[in-house]
């Protein structure tokens, strides 16, 4: 296997690929929301609560390639109990990251996985797509 | 045999490598075939010497750039057994000539509780001109199932036609899973009821010989990109009887005898179907490609893809937790196929990554994905410029995906 390559899946990625986390649906949350890529099928959905500005109970359920379900993966771990402007924090560092800016030493370690990702254009969105619905949603939510 | 050598050194993209070196291995034929230095030559050839208008100089340029365009319609019309030259129309694609009937040919005979009936395999762009037609019309969509190996079942065909029938469509060979349909059989069968039909033969125009004559269809539409030629060209083959029943789709230049303010009336056939100035360096283009297809023989090049995608599907079949998908009878040079727990996109990344480009997705056939109820398919297809190596190159990079998410 070419070093590129175990790079790309890195074991943080395929570990929360067959071992996803809070992988469960959740039909009387508070708040579902659909995470959906026409253009590779990719579909979750997420499942939270709001206490005033604090994400609860978040969980993902659905189907999609292995970068897509890793990151949604990491992001239910990571923002758990997290206020939402942890939330836009981290996710402005993530994108950060993935636009190819310098590292941040504040930028959770886990989501280091999928700066290799950055040589593969077509497949960025995978990596954002469960953090760019959340964006979306709280954003309309203003 | 062909020889492979020598083909393999008048498509130079073949000799690329992807970033990190590895050699082009290019799988994505259903996708767009690569195109030969003839092509490419003669395009270039063309607007370094020939380029103008056409139908409309009196320059010397002109008349030599129309007897180009209208020599290669005369080339279409004999490569694909037409009966009149008249029954070329040329269009952008695939896509544009079946939307060129559903306006055309839909508008004007299908009406109220009207049915089409087309296949559970089709492209989107042979299932949404139809469905929105039908819409419109308020007439009905019917649609002959698929069975688990992916294909369709002749009985149904008859059955599914009713007397409020008014076209069928199907496609020649299914994009997504190679399946080559009994096209000659669905004829008959609907035109011993009167009904016409639209064969898409985007995937078997260039790969098999394709005659409309003893296939006895009455519209045939291919595009020039499949078939080894230029992009943003494609053909329309439409029957006679049918072509002087038709209004034209778009309105413009190139396309008229005489306007005034009031009223126009239309340029004789084919040219009231192709307003405005059209790719013409796409024309000649594509009979470039059909020049090249000549010079090493349909029949060969069936036999050949053929017997590479049988090796392929057999040889991949192999792979512990690979399902082939669709497994007929009758196989163009198409293979689809998903890993039990892998996503097709982390096995295309992973093909990409050695230099073998493969396609990954729903391959503009969503309704059937639903059907089979799988997400996509990873797949892979093949052209006359592969060889069985090259498959060798692929299942050896297959099993090595596995072994990633293993
Ligand atoms: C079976 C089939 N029909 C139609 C099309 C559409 O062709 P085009 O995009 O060239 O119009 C394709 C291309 O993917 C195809 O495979």
């Known amino acids: ?142 | 045999m062909l020889s492979l050598t020598q083909i393999r050194e008048d498509f130079p993209i073949l000799s690329r490598t992807n970033k990190s070196g590895e050699k082009l291995v290019y799988l994505d034929n259903a996708a767009t075939t690569q195109k030969p230095n003839q092509v490419i030559d003669t395009i270039s050839n063309f607007y370094k010497n020939h380029n103008s208008n056409i139908h409309r100089g009196i320059h010397f340029l002109g008349v030599e750039a129309t007897e180009l365009y209208e020599n290669t319609r005369k080339k279409v019309r004999d490569f694909i057994g037409a009966n009149h030259t008249e029954e070329i129309i040329f269009v952008r694609g695939t896509t544009e000539g079946i939307n060129l009937v559903a306006s055309s040919f839909g508008s004007s005979s299908i009406t109220v509780g009207d049915r089409i009936l087309i296949t559970g395999m089709e492209h989107h762009s042979n299932l949404i001109p139809w469905q929105q037609l039908a819409r419109q019309k308020k007439a009905h969509l019917d649609i002959i199932s698929v069975s688990s190996n992916g294909e369709i079942n002749i009985e149904e065909v008859s059955s599914k036609i009713t007397n409020d029938t008014k076209l069928v469509a199907i496609s020649h060979i299914s994009n997504s899973l190679g399946t080559i349909n009994p096209v000659e059989e669905v004829i008959q069968i609907a035109h011993r009821r009167g009904i016409p039909v639209l064969v898409d033969g985007a995937q078997a125009v260039g790969h098999q010989p394709v005659n409309v004559n003893s296939l006895d269809c009455d519209f045939y539409a291919f595009s020039g990109h499949k078939m080894f030629g230029p992009t943003g060209i494609g053909v329309l083959y439409v029957k006679e009887e049918y072509l002087s029943q038709m209004s034209p789709y778009q309105f413009g230049g190139e396309m008229i005898r005489s306007v005034t303010y009031e009223d126009a009336s239309f340029a004789d056939l084919p040219h009231r179907f192709e307003a405005g100035t059209p790719d013409i360096a796409g024309v000649v283009g594509l009979g470039a490609a059909i020049d090249y297809l000549h010079s090493i023989g349909l029949d060969k090049i069936k036999a050949y893809t053929e017997d590479l995608s049988l090796y392929m599907a057999k040889k991949l079949s192999t792979i512990e937790d690979l399902q082939i998908i669709g497994k007929p009878q009758f196989r163009g040079s198409i293979v689809s196929f998903n890993f039990d727990q892998i996503h097709p996109h982390d096995v295309a990344t992973i093909l990409d990554e050695k230099g073998i480009a493969i396609r990954a997705g729903h391959h503009c056939t969503m309704p059937l994905m639903q059907s089979m109820n799988i997400p996509g398919t990873s797949r892979a297809s093949v052209a006359f410029y592969n060889d069985k190596n090259e498959i060798d190159i692929l299942y050896e990079a297959l099993k090595a995906v596995k072994n990633i998410f293993n």
Request: glycine share 6%; with cysteine; aromatic share 10%.
């Open chain 1, 1 to 142: 296997m070419s070093d590129n390559l175990k790079s790309l899946y890195h074991e943080v990625i395929l570990k929360h690929n067959s071992d996803p986390q809070n992988f469960k649906k959740r039909e009387d949350a508070k708040y579902i929301i659909e995470a959906y890529n026409p253009v590779c099928g990719d579909q979750f959905k997420l499942y939270f609560d709001l206490d005033g500005n604090t994400i609860s109970n978040l969980s993902f359920h659905g189907y999609g390639c292995a970068i897509s379900k890793s990151s949604a993966s990491i992001l239910t771990t990571l923002l758990n109990g997290k206020k939402v402007e942890e939330f836009i924090n981290i996710n402005d560092l993530f994108n950060n990251v993935l636009s190819g800016k310098p590292l941040n030493d504040k930028i959770p370690e886990e989501l280091l996985a999928f700066t290799p990702v950055i040589a593969h254009p077509g497949r960025i969105k995978c990596v954002t797509l469960g953090w760019d619905s959340l964006t979306e949603f709280l954003n309309s939510e203003k």
